[in-house]
């Protein structure tokens, strides 16, 4: 059990559809993350949030779209996406960003496209 | 670029002690931190590094070399519950996220 929630845990499109991932975060944190974990690869850092603000986005192609409405929800919008795109999906957050402060992730959404 | 090295699997018995190691070539260096993740779980923090020397934290220890770009995890008194994998990663400055290793993952058997 973690203080951070993904949903869904798991999610099958195919390459036209438009989804949404979710994050909900129950620290009092003030960053979140968004990651790509892929096999045998490393967890690869999508986008930053601290305080609502997007701080870091990593090259990430246009058809991810990251939400931060407030502190403890973090949305990834997902549109037109290819097949190399399914990996599982992680949600993070920290108290802040940066030095050695421990990040809390979430079970992760596990996504396949068709 | 960044680059982290560490072993991609590592196999031990019940009750043994072992090491993972990790190594970094990266273009600033804040501390290693590292994470523990089981199949199909989330990551979950276990030590963070910023000056050399042996963190110890029950039967977990993770140890740095700032001079070396080194540092491991020592897993002493192993348990079946101790196979995951393994994260190593690294702070490039005090306000930057982490770059993390392509993980080991630890197989233990009776």
């Known amino acids: 059990e973690t203080g951070v929630t993904q949903t869904p845990r798991h999610l099958v499109m195919g390459m036209t559809n438009k989804k949404s991932l979710k994050c909900e975060q129950h620290?009092?944190?003030?960053?979140m993350y968004w990651y790509k974990q892929s096999a045998k690869k490393p967890l690869e850092l999508m986008f930053v949030?601290?305080?609502?603000?997007?701080?870091e986005n990593n090259s990430v192609p246009s058809r991810f779209s990251p939400e931060c409405p407030n502190s403890s929800h973090l949305f990834l919008h997902l549109h037109t996406l290819q097949p190399e795109d399914s990996a599982l999906y992680l949600c993070?957050?920290?108290?802040?960003?940066?030095?050695?402060?421990?990040?809390?992730f979430g079970d992760g959404t596990r996504l396949s496209i068709l | 670029g960044q680059s982290l090295e560490q072993p991609s699997e590592v196999t031990a018995v019940e009750g043994a002690i072992v090491q993972i190691n990790c190594t970094y070539q990266?273009?600033?260096?804040?501390?290693l931190s590292w994470y523990q993740q089981h199949d199909g779980g989330a990551p979950t923090f276990l030590s963070y590094?910023?000056?050399?020397g042996l963190e110890e934290t029950g039967r977990f220890s993770s140890f740095l070399s700032r001079s070396d770009s080194y540092g491991y995890l020592l897993l002493q008194e192993l348990q079946m519950k101790d196979s995951a994998s393994y994260f190593c990663?690294?702070?490039?400055?005090?306000?930057?996220?982490?770059?993390f290793g392509k993980g080991t993952m630890l197989l233990v058997s009776p």
């Open positions: 990266t273009s600033g260096f804040y501390g």
């Open positions: 949030y601290s305080l609502e603000e997007r701080v």
């Open positions: 620290l009092g944190h003030n960053a």
């Open positions: 990663a690294v702070s490039l400055t005090g306000y930057s996220t982490l770059t």
């Open positions: 590094n910023a000056l050399d």
């Open positions: 993070a957050s920290s108290q802040v960003t940066g030095g050695g402060q421990p990040q809390h």
